[in-house]
């Protein structure tokens, strides 16, 4: 219980600025290709939709909500993935986090989330 509290009054290592930019390039790529794909099926069958149908018009945005409780589970993921690498590490008798123990850990702890 006082694990918890401790974790909610630290401040969330991951800036939501620098979330929200990364999800725009996110948006603007499926965006592009999304358009691409409707441009080249306009050409095969030389049908045209009619004005304002589809997602061309719309814009995606999060709001400020949205970000935060993304970048806490980024935080609860990140943190997770260090402590069972760490767990691995430690049964090997190893010092130090390596690739190799993030990859063994990396299948259940998708799974999990």
Sequence with gaps: MEEEQEQQQSPNPFNHDVLHQIFK???????????A????????????????????GRHTTANGNSLKL????????????????????EAEGATQIEATHIERILPQLLLDF
Excluded at 37 to 56: I, R, Y
């Design 25 to 35: 390039l996110v948006w603007q790529k499926t965006s592009r290709e999304r358009k």
């Design 37 to 56: 794909k409707q441009d080249a099926e306009e050409g095969e069958n030389e049908q045209e939709l009619a004005a304002g149908s589809g997602k061309k």
């Design 70 to 89: 993304s970048c806490e589970l980024l935080r609860v993921f990140v943190t997770e993935a260090v402590q069972r690498a760490a767990f691995v590490a």
